[in-house]
């Protein structure tokens, strides 16, 4: 079982790398590809990475005294929000991507994912990508980006978690060095494969699918 686990974390990985969402560990292996190819603006991602690990440990310790029903039905309906917006989003112009550094929104970006990402145990690139896009990022490097960010939020929440119960480490590492290979090709078949409307699609189809995966478990 714990193989087939593996199984699907290298075909999960893989698809949800088109679109710099996923796994902590496996947007690592993301991640190592997009700094040796030189895509990653480290710059963009130092504020968002502040502000989403510290936010990420009040999430996931503010989160035994909220109710996870009213946060995740306030998280789908964002979920939605994004995934159409990604849909039908449009720019004038192909090169009208912006190249500056809005450091305050971007903190702002990060605290919100981070706290969001610890109340529900998930990663921040759900929250990240849309709200990035509606900066006016191009959506290769908002993929990058994400890939980069969630890792450092989703390891804070992972260690509060730790201290406050048991981990499986024998289904994280299988699970790990699967999602790791399966982001690596992904993330390399993305940037030199696809364009950024394409990117924004799929993008758009991997939220709208979160939404419809928790719409199935809370009702």
């Known amino acids: 079982m714990d193989y087939l686990i593996g199984g699907i974390s290298f075909v999960a990985a893989f698809v949800f790398s088109l679109g710099g969402i996923g796994a902590a560990i496996s947007l690592s292996g993301a991640s ?68 500056d550094r809005p450091y305050l929104a971007l903190s702002a970006i990060g605290a919100f994912a981070g706290l969001l990402s610890g109340l529900l145990g998930i990663g921040g690139g759900g929250i990240i990508s849309p709200l990035m896009l509606m900066l006016g990022f191009n959506p290769k490097k908002i993929t990058s980006i994400t890939a980069f960010v969630v890792p450092f939020s989703s390891f804070s929440g992972f260690l509060t978690y730790w201290a406050m119960g048991n981990i499986n480490w024998k289904l994280i590492i299988i699970a790990s060095l699967a999602g790791v290979a399966g982001a690596t ?32 478990n809370v009702f």
């Open 32 to 99: 190592i590809s997009n700094i040796k190819n030189k895509r990653l603006d480290f710059r963009v991602g130092i504020p968002i990475i502040i502000f989403s690990f510290l936010f990420a440990i009040v999430g996931a310790w503010v989160s035994q005294y909220i109710s996870k029903e009213v946060i995740l039905i306030l998280f789908i309906g964002f979920l939605l929000f994004s995934g159409f917006m990604f849909l039908f989003h449009r720019k004038k112009e192909q090169n009208s991507y912006r190249e």
């Open 185 to 216: 090709l992904g993330t390399m078949f993305m940037q030199n494969r696809l364009k950024p409307q394409a990117v924004k699609k799929i993008l758009a189809f991997i939220l709208l699918i979160m939404a419809v995966k928790l719409i199935w």
